[in-house]
């Protein structure tokens, strides 16, 4: 039972009594027996039902408290189906649990030890690298040549002649160890423990 005497008449359950008489006159022209005769006469009779129905207020409330509830009654079967088909899915899954899946040790050892591999004999074959280019830029390691007047201490290249190699970076306040003499960056970084040649 879907509302059928509302399709009937082609308007909704919430139609106001003026739009069902409107439907139902629209609808009587058309299927009037004194207009055609056969299937129009059946249909006249089922828009009549319709109308003797929903035209009357206590009818149409007691047509209405029918319908909703047969909907009740679809959404409790509707509602014990779903209930069904959840405990069935949880019986399902109850025996298919697996076990956790497992970290894949072996696989991570063995691309670790590659790697390792890979980057000793890579380092082993290839050959040393170039020397940085003069950048003016003080590390340690970096080849200096000393300016005595400033106390200023500048990058040269280490196959030249140059006075020392940094051995420490340090800030203004803090002073070289004994053997190393300190010597202002030119780039104003700090001063820079020469270990003189």
């Given at each position: ?12 359950p919430t139609a106001t009594p003026e739009e069902i008489r409107t439907a139902y006159r629209n609808l ?126 500048y990058e040269v290249s280490c196959a030249e002649a140059h006075a020392g190699v940094v051995q420490q ?29």
């Open positions: 039972m879907q509302g059928v005497h509302y399709q009937r008449l082609g308007v909704v009587a022209r058309v299927h009037h027996p004194d207009k055609h005769e056969g299937k129009t006469s059946i249909q006249m009779l089922e828009i009549n039902e319709a109308w003797r129905v929903l035209s009357d207020p206590v009818l149409r409330y007691k047509y209405d408290a029918d319908l909703r509830a047969h909907r009740n009654e679809v959404d409790e079967s509707e509602v014990q189906q779903r209930r069904e088909r959840l405990q069935n899915f949880a019986v399902d899954a109850e025996r298919r649990r697996y076990s956790p899946a497992k970290f894949p040790w072996r696989f991570v050892v063995a691309v670790i030890v590659l790697g390792t591999i890979l980057i000793l004999v890579l380092g082993a074959f290839s050959k040393p690298g170039e020397p940085a280019p003069i950048d003016n830029v003080l590390r340690v390691g970096s080849c200096v040549a000393i300016n005595e007047f400033q106390q200023e201490a970076i340090i800030p203004f306040d803090a002073v070289c160890s004994y053997p190393l003499v300190a010597y202002r960056d030119r780039q104003g970084m700090g001063q820079a423990c020469v270990a003189l040649s």
